[in-house]
């Protein structure tokens, strides 16, 4: 409803149809384009695994490590994705250097993180991408979790030093 000038009586507007909208990728296929970042990591690789055994034909993986750009770069990340054209991205890529490294160098490693979230986000967002998913690693558990770790125990307490300012924080803000 909107209300003409001079008046207070509302006026039903008459439905315009939106402007259609055309994807090149649409337009080319089908083909669902999934980009893995982080995909020579344990999940990465893991992931990878897992597809090869199901090869469907309307996909196409990718799997990128970080000698195909530094994600942290806003041009680099928007080469690649100019390259891919990923319709699905499943961001696991991180810097990491495990607990005493994290420890060492916490604040490099979560300007690091942040800027590549940030890049792939941004580009997924610039894109239409239909599906991002992110990752987020073990060390986000809290520090004093019993074994085995389960999924429910990610919010039982603060996450370990070592990773308390990167991966958490990220998640928290995505969710």
């Given at each position: 409803?909107?209300f ?11 439905p ?7 994807d090149s ?25 897992v597809?090869e055994?199901e090869k ?7 799997y990128?490590?970080s ?11 928007a ?7 990923p ?14 490294a994290?420890m060492k ?10 800027m590549m979230?940030?890049?792939i986000f941004?580009?997924c ?6 599906k991002?998913v ?11 979790s019993?074994?085995p770790?389960d ?11 070592s990773n ?8 928290q803000?995505?969710?």
């Amino acid at each position: 409803f909107f209300f003409c000038k001079g008046t207070s009586r509302p006026r039903r507007r008459t439905p315009v149809a939106p402007p259609e909208v055309t994807d090149s990728r649409s337009a080319m296929s089908a083909q669902k384009i999934v980009m893995v970042t982080g995909g020579s990591g344990l999940v990465g690789r893991a992931i990878q695994e897992v597809i090869e055994g199901e090869k469907n034909a309307d996909e196409k993986w990718i799997y990128l490590s970080s000698k195909d750009g530094n994600l942290t770069d806003a041009a680099e990340t928007a080469a690649i994705f100019d390259k891919y054209q990923p319709t699905h991205v499943i961001h696991l890529a991180a810097q990491v250097g495990g607990l005493f490294a994290n420890m060492k160098h916490k604040v490099q490693f979560w300007r690091n993180n942040i800027m590549m979230n940030d890049n792939i986000f941004q580009e997924c967002h610039k894109r239409g991408v239909q599906k991002l998913v992110s990752c987020l690693s073990t060390c986000i558990f809290p520090d004093k979790s019993t074994f085995p770790i389960d999924e429910k125990m990610i919010h039982d307490g603060p996450p370990h030093a070592s990773n308390e300012v990167t991966s958490r924080r990220v998640e928290q803000r995505t969710s």
